[in-house]
């Protein structure tokens, strides 16, 4: 599976935006989607998760802010992100789980990657 995240820009603080991660190949629909974000200096973190039946997990910091989301028609997911702060800002990544785990979040569950997009949120 390759993995193309995009959407990623300069925004204010309170603003929103949308992350997109495209996948290739006719196997999306058996592999958990997850996004992660690595801040300079820090080491990468989960930020959201959705299975394979729908089921989605987040990050405590940004629970009611970032919806996860999937469209197996476009085979993209999707991470909506509402009232940023600028600690979101960070590098984010997508990546693809084989389905051995229920909600994965550790990096070491996921088993490709993409080459991440940079949100910037300015105070």
């Known amino acids: 599976v390759q993995l193309q995240a995009s959407g990623g820009g300069l925004v204010q603080a309170g603003g929103s935006l949308r992350l997109s991660c495209a996948a290739s190949?006719?196997?999306?629909?058996?592999?958990?989607m997850g996004w992660f974000r690595q801040a300079p200096g820090k080491e990468r973190e989960f930020v959201a998760v959705?299975?394979?039946?729908?089921?989605?997990n987040s990050a405590d910091s940004v629970k009611g802010r970032f919806t996860i989301s999937r469209d197996s028609n476009k085979n993209t997911v999707y991470l909506q992100m509402n009232r940023l702060k600028p600690e979101d800002t960070a590098v984010y990544y997508c990546?693809?789980?084989?389905?051995?785990?229920?909600?994965?979040?550790?990096?070491?569950?996921?088993?490709?990657w993409g080459q991440g997009t940079l949100v910037t949120v300015s105070s």
């Open positions: 990546a693809a789980a084989r389905p051995l785990y229920d909600l994965p979040y550790n990096t070491y569950e996921f088993d490709f």
């Open positions: 959705i299975n394979l039946s729908d089921r989605t």
């Open positions: 190949g006719r196997t999306f629909d058996t592999y958990s």
